[in-house]
């Protein structure tokens, strides 16, 4: 099974720009998805991206599309979610997780239980 551990996440104003990092352990990374959900207060959690293993297939929110970008460098089995013109309403908990072994990243939304290993998620916080 993959392990991951998010880093990066930080305080930004509006317009502003993180790169959160995922990295991972185990043999079958390169096998596995890799997604980001996210977490604000009051809110349940979502998806926000996610990148396939086979072709690098990605997907994202409505709600991040043109600004975040997510990639993947096998050699360093780390995954990376660019967030560029980062909104207040971006500021959440922000999670990596791996799916399980096969999983395709969908077209639609990504769901919870399609992931068996999460990180402990890193803290986003945009305000002026």
């Known amino acids: 099974q993959v392990q991951v551990a998010e880093s990066g996440g930080g305080s930004v104003q509006p317009g502003g720009s993180l790169r959160l990092s995922c990295a991972a352990s185990?043999?079958?990374?390169?096998?596995?998805?890799i997604a980001w959900f996210r977490q604000a207060p009051g809110k349940q959690r979502a998806g926000v991206s996610c990148?396939?293993?086979?072709?690098?297939?990605?997907w994202y929110a409505d709600s991040v599309k043109g600004r975040f970008t997510i990639s993947r460098d096998n050699a360093k089995n780390e995954v990376y979610l660019q967030m560029n013109n980062l909104k207040p309403e971006d500021t959440a908990v922000y999670y990596c997780?791996?799916?399980?072994?096969?999983?395709?990243?969908?077209?639609?939304?990504?769901?919870?239980?399609?992931?068996?290993?999460w990180g402990q998620g890193t803290q986003v916080s945009v305000s002026s």
């Open positions: 997780a791996a799916g399980i072994l096969g999983y395709y990243c969908n077209d639609y939304d990504q769901a919870e239980g399609d992931f068996d290993s």
């Open positions: 185990g043999s079958t990374f390169d096998y596995s998805a």
């Open positions: 990148i396939s293993s086979s072709d690098g297939h990605t």
